[in-house]
Every structure is written in structure tokens, then in C-alpha cells.
């Protein structure tokens, strides 16, 4: 048997667990350590065994790490470690920052290429395989168009929006595809949509004692960008129902391409997720990809990729052979 | 602006007339004959000044042609075609005989590079899209089932089964998936599906004249592998009917991974096509391959190639940098 692919985990929140566990499925991996900017004594892997350290430590390690799998935040996390881990290892992370990606390709990219490894940016399912039903959807019907919906599933940004209104003790939102939109899509008609008419969102609310559930309700509903565009439901809980009954991050989607081939034929291709855990199943792309990354590095490739420049049949532990024969 | 890739056809069946109608489609392409077995007299191609020409003299234009699209059969032309003609050209075919493939691609990968050629072989949806999200499925989500059901859709190699029953003037056979399985796959269920269980088989016959309908039914019904393993159902029609109702090639299907994540939460994956033209969908797929076939040849690469073995980033005409702009 070949040498097991040594990964290394940066980031121990709902992602970083994801994909230890991700990692414990992967026969032809193991897990060699956890990095954290915690106290390591506060940590507590999944798994037993699993060294868990200081993220400033990590240098010491460099030689036994293939892949360090970036589990950190896009906001505030990735755009530093990005491009400084991207210099010392060959890495994988899901920056998610849709309109920076340009740039946080760029600096890794640099970053990769000096320190001679391979990087693998915004793995998941969006960015990442969505972004692929997108390419593949225009590259073969250029005549057409592309739909993306998400949900129903949590989303954490509009969440952290909405528990920051003052008065707000908690709270979780979910985006929610719109029925009629996705039938109208689907059946080839190619509408033209607004953001209202694709998405609404619900909001789940537990108030502060003594906060005015109507002032709540209006701040959230008129907020710019994330809800005054949209048709807001808000419901409000208490904090046991907040803990019993939101405490899961499902998620899903679909990419829909809809599109006439040469001869005037419709042609609807679709691509949907159903997802008990958002975290779960991006950790299991990122997995996925970080041994396309290994075997990228190990080929004396160097710098940023993104999952179009990546061959598929590298995210599989199978042979070439073996593809053709049982899947192809 | 960049040179036109140079595509010619061979073979100019239903999906040599898909392929020359989805190059029309393709901006960085230009079709620059149309290669058959037929007199080209007898040809005519959707696009004014395409030279039709003998395939037996191709090789007089090879330094006119970058990518040579294969449309002939899997039964009887590729097996000789695709080594031979990769010998001389870059190609892109549609093999889709699945038992063979591991053997067929040998002899393509051997002529390829011995020629100094870059041929993609089974391209399409199954083999070719439906491969590909088999192979993510399984790489993203080891642990899980993998369905891949076809239809509704016209099966030609079952159509070809009934009209070879003596009685039978002509016919059409779908096959079409049962809904309650795809509900039952859908909801993360992974149950284990009989042959049966998974399609039905509608057949329209149009009898010959004195021919016994009951016999004819009952040929089709027990005959092995191709329907005794089904639920069929035989429908007699009339030869305007069968000319009227059942002249369009539709097809579609659907492949799900359902698969746990690390920690145990249920995933599904679903993609799916509904295509109102089998043979405009496959070319669509034949030319985007193509784009990627003249890219890897002009980078150096020979030898064959699947779907498994090519970067998404390849199908399209647009540059990286615009690719992560905006589709990532």
C-alpha cells in the first residue's frame, strides 16, 4: 500500500470538525494535527490520538504535513492565512467571498508559487461544485441561461445580521428557494426572475426581555442587502425552541442551466443538494480536493488552482483505470 | 482576437448534425468539412459551404483540421475508426459501449500517442456527464449509495430489439424511470433496487400486415436482457401515428449520490437532464470536449483521455481569470 496522504486541519470550528471527520472516511488519509489560535488545552478533537496545537507552532511541523486544510473564516480569517499558509504548505480552503475572489486568487497564487506548493481556493458547493454545474451549463449550451438557487438552509450570514439588531437574543434565518420559480425554471421557460421571486427568508427570533417584538420585526424586514429586497417572514420563539428545534445547519440548492442546443431543442440540465449539514458535506469537498492538491504537488505543480482547473478523476483514491472501468 | 479552432465531422448521422449545428453555436469555431462513408453528392449539410468530402480522403486535409469529431456507432464504427483516425487527428467521440471501454481506450491511447494526438473518448452524457457526477459522488461522499436511473427517453438499441421481430414493421421503445424509486432515492433512503424496481419499458409498434399482435407482444415481453427483466408495456399504433407522434429523440435521467458525511448526516446529491433532443444534447457535449482536446494537444499533451482526465476550466472558450470572475 502507498503512503497515506498526512493531513493537517487550520481552524477548529463547525468546518474544521467536518472535516476530521471527513478525513476519518478517507482511507487513504490520515489526520497528523489540528492547529488552533485556541488555547490547545480548550480543544477537544472528535477523534482520539490527534494532536491538537498552536497554530504559531505549525512551522515546526512543516515535514509532516502534505495538506493543511483551511477551516478558518472568510471574512477575517482566510484573506491572512490564505496566502501566508499557501507560502509554507500546499493547502485547501473555502473562501467564499464571491466578489474577492479575483484577488484572493492572486495573492495566494504568489504566495503558492514562491513556497513551490499547490493551493486550492474556494472548495465547497458554492463556491465550488455549483460553480461547476455553472461552467459546465454555459460550455456546453452557450445558448441559454443559468439559475442558482440555495435552500431552504441556514444561512449564517443573514443570521449573524439579524442578532445583531439590538433587542435580539437569538436567532437563526433560512433562505427558501420559491416553489413557483424553480417549476417555472425547470420546465424550460427561462424567465426572467427577480430576487424577490426567487428567494424568500425566514427569520427565527427570540427577543430580549422587554424588547418590542414589532421594532424588531421592522429592522429586520427593512434591513438593505440582506432582507428589503426580499419577503421576510419573521417568527418569534423562545430559547428553548431555539436550541431544540434550530440547532441543525441544513442546506442545499440547485444549479439549473436551460438552454437550446444547435438544432432549437430545449435542453435543462440540473444540479441539486440536499444537506443535513452544510459544514459536513463542505468539509467532505474539501477533503476531496486536498488530495487533488497533494497529487498536484506531488507532480511538481505550483500555485493557486480553482476546481476548474482540476482534473475530477484526482479527487478519487482510485486508479485512472479503475474510473474507466466501474464508472465511466 | 485568437484563431478559430478547425473542426471536422465524420460520420453524418443524427450526431453529425447535432455536432455541425452546436459548432455553429461556438464563437471560437469554425467547421471545415463534414467527412463520410456515403457519396457526398448524397450529403446535405444545415450550413451552406461546408465541403462535404470521402472520409477515405481525409488525410489529404489533415493540416487543415485541429479537432476531428467522431459521430459514427459504437457497434460497428468506432471500434476501427477511433484508433485509426487518432493516429492521424486529435479526436473526440461518444463510445459508449461500457463493458469495452477499458480495452478501447488502449487502442485509442496507443494510436493517439504514437500519432502524437490528443483523443478524448466517451464523451456525452452517459458515458460522459453522468460519469462525471458518479465520480464526484463517491469521491465527495464515500460512504453512500450511487443511483443512476435513464429516461424518459428513446433507447435506440431497444427500438432496434423490437423491430427485429418478424411482424414488426417499425417501432419505438422508452424507457422510463419509476417515480416512487427515484422518491424513495431522493429521500436519503438507499434502498436496494431490483432492475425491475427502477424502469419500465414502453413499447409503440406498428405491426405488418396479417401479423399476429399477440405474438408480437409476447416476443418483446420475454425477450432476455433486453425486456424480460421489466415491467413492459406494448402499444400497437399505426404507421402515421408512429410518424407523427414518435419521430423526436428525447431523453433525460437522473444520477444521485446519497451519501453520510463524517459525523452522519444524510447528504444528497442529485443531477439530472431533460433533454427534448438525445443526439443536439450529446454533440453539445462532443463540441465543448473538442475545445478542450485542441487546448491539451496544443500544450503538448498525447494520448487518450476521458472526462475524468480534463480541468472543466478546458470546455470553455473564456480565459481562467474570467472563469473565476465570474462563475466561481
Request: charged share 25%; net charge negative; with cysteine.
Amino acid at each position: 500500500m502507498t503512503e497515506r496522504i498526512r493531513i493537517a486541519i487550520a481552524g477548529y470550528g463547525n468546518l474544521g470538525r467536518g472535516t476530521e471527520a471527513a478525513v476519518a472516511q478517507a482511507t487513504d488519509m490520515e489526520l497528523v494535527g489540528i492547529y488552533t489560535r485556541r488555547d490547545p488545552e480548550s480543544v477537544q478533537p472528535l477523534g482520539a490520538g490527534v494532536p491538537v496545537r498552536r497554530l504559531d507552532d505549525i512551522d515546526a511541523h512543516r515535514e509532516e504535513i502534505d495538506v493543511l486544510i483551511l477551516c478558518g473564516g472568510s471574512k477575517n480569517d482566510l484573506p491572512e492565512q490564505g496566502p501566508e499558509l499557501a507560502a509554507r504548505f500546499n493547502t485547501v480552503d473555502s473562501y467564499d467571498t464571491h466578489a474577492r475572489i479575483p484577488e484572493y486568487f492572486e495573492a495566494v497564487d504568489a504566495a503558492a508559487r514562491k513556497g513551490g506548493n499547490v493551493s486550492v481556493i474556494s472548495v465547497g458547493w458554492d463556491p465550488g461544485l455549483f460553480s461547476l454545474n455553472r461552467l459546465f451549463g454555459e460550455a456546453i449550451l452557450p445558448q441559454g441561461e443559468t439559475y442558482t438557487f440555495w435552500g431552504k438552509g441556514l444561512s449564517q450570514g443573514h443570521s449573524d445580521a439579524v442578532r445583531r439588531i439590538p433587542g435580539v437574543r437569538g436567532a437563526v434565518q433560512y433562505t427558501v428557494p420559491v416553489p413557483a420559480a424553480i417549476e417555472q425554471v425547470r420546465s424550460g421557460s427561462r424567465p426572467t426572475l427577480t430576487t424577490r421571486q426567487k428567494h424568500t427568508r425566514e427569520c427565527f427570533v427570540v427577543l430580549e426581555e422587554g424588547a418590542s417584538a414589532e421594532a424588531v420585526r421592522e429592522a429586520i424586514v427593512t434591513m438593505p442587502d440582506y432582507f428589503a429586497d426580499y419577503d421576510t417572514t419573521v417568527t418569534f420563539i423562545t430559547e428553548e425552541e431555539l436550541r431544540r428545534d434550530h440547532a441543525a445547519m441544513p442546506h442545499g440548492g440547485f444549479v439549473i442551466r436551460s438552454g437550446d442546443s444547435g438544432a432549437g431543442d430545449k435542453q435543462v440540465v440540473e444540479y441539486s443538494l440536499t444537506l443535513e449539514s452544510n459544514p459536513g458535506f463542505t468539509s467532505s469537498v474539501l477533503v476531496a480536493y486536498a488530495r487533488a492538491a497533494h497529487r498536484l504537488s506531488q507532480a511538481g505543480e505550483t500555485g493557486a488552482r480553482s476546481v476548474f482547473d482540476i482534473a475530477p478523476g484526482l479527487l478519487s483514491p482510485r486508479s485512472a483505470a479503475e474510473l474507466r472501468r466501474d464508472l465511466l
